[in-house]
């Protein structure tokens, strides 16, 4: 069960039914597995004797994806099946290791990418994103191209050349923009692709990377009107800092576990203020400390420091964690965006 909990999540599997039971039970069961390789890696990752799915999805897929990403996904295959726990710790040590040198390699990347935007792409005209470099790993494409989609809301391809100018490229888009059906538009400029609606993959001639820029951008205009391009975040309920309780925190963790099809709850909360300047953390994580009324709340805004936040008081998009620190547990706020507060 352990082992069908960690697939499950990492692999985004719907979090609905029997999946989802079965994900439940998994995780109880984690903090204590007796597999060597997965108690190494929650003693790698931190994990303080209790899992979640974000623990998961964050800390446990991450290690074992990075090996594929850096060419030698037989290391986490032998982390998972190892039964002695001395190689289980070393493998695990070797996995975080590939995890870092993932990291640098999507930093570099993105930095690049970024770098070309800023010298030919207009986020007003321009409805696509691609981009290609003989300098970039095929093994991180899909991670950048992921956060420029999120970054831009724009549907992305980032595209790692060989020395024989075949482009090996992943894409991620927005609602309402197959990547499929794109790709089958624009089949002319492609040696292959495939994939799904949400991320797909290809292989192009280097040649050829304008000509599919082009085709790529008719096609997303031709199929959607200007209101679908524009980013949206779609919340569930309105809720005030008075009602964030442990008793509700209780309430909520037996929607537990979130994933895909069974997503965390967003909320909102208006007129929000600081009652402190934001701490920044590494990777331009953010610590807020924010008020409402009489009342205050911990928060995290993940990449927050990337961009200027306005003055505030803030209308404040949000999901929920339980965090526990030092025997202590609290309710904590993950920021999802913040604007300006309105009225």
Not at 117 to 131: A, M, S, Y
Request: glycine share 10%; net charge negative; with cysteine.
């Amino acid at each position: 069960m352990d082992l069908v909990a960690v697939a499950t999540i990492s692999d985004i599997v719907p979090m609905v039914g029997e999946n989802r039971l079965m994900v439940r039970h998994g995780l109880k069961h984690l903090p204590s597995t007796l597999n060597p390789g997965l108690q190494a890696l929650q003693e790698v990752t931190g994990m303080n004797g209790r899992a979640t799915a974000m623990d998961v999805g964050f800390r446990i897929g991450p290690r074992l994806n990075a090996a594929g990403r850096m060419d030698v996904p037989e290391d986490a295959l032998e982390t998972l099946v190892t039964n002695c726990r001395r190689l289980a710790g070393e493998m695990a040590l070797k996995l975080d290791d590939y995890n870092r040198e993932r990291q640098a390699y999507e930093a570099l990347i993105r930095k690049e990418a970024t770098e070309m935007l800023t010298r030919d792409f207009d986020p007003e005209r321009d409805p696509v994103i691609v981009l290609g470099s003989r300098d970039w790993h095929h093994g991180v494409v899909g991670i950048v191209a992921s956060r420029l989609m999120r970054q831009y809301h724009k549907p992305t391809f980032i595209i790692a050349i060989d020395e024989n100018g075949i482009g090996k490229g992943s894409g991620r888009s927005i609602e309402g923009v197959s990547l499929v059906d794109a790709i089958r538009f624009c089949e002319g400029d492609l040696v292959a692709g495939g994939g799904h609606a949400m991320a797909a993959g290809l292989s192009i001639e280097e040649g050829k990377i304008d000509n599919f820029r082009s085709h790529f951008s008719d096609y997303v205009l031709n199929h959607t009107s200007a209101e679908q391009r524009q980013p949206k975040l779609i919340y569930d309920t309105e809720i005030g800092f008075e009602q964030l309780s442990l008793e509700f925190l209780s309430s909520y963790d037996l929607l537990h576990p979130f994933g895909n099809g069974n997503p965390q709850p967003v909320f909102i909360s208006r007129r929000v203020g600081l009652s402190r300047p934001p701490l920044h953390m590494k990777n331009n994580h953010l610590r807020l400390t924010l008020r409402q009324g009489y009342h205050e709340q911990d928060s995290v805004f993940f990449g927050g420091g990337e961009y200027p936040l306005p003055d505030p008081p803030w209308d404040i998009a949000f999901t929920i964690d339980r965090n526990n620190f030092r025997g202590r547990t609290t309710l904590q706020l993950i920021i999802q965006d913040v604007r300006a507060a309105e009225g």
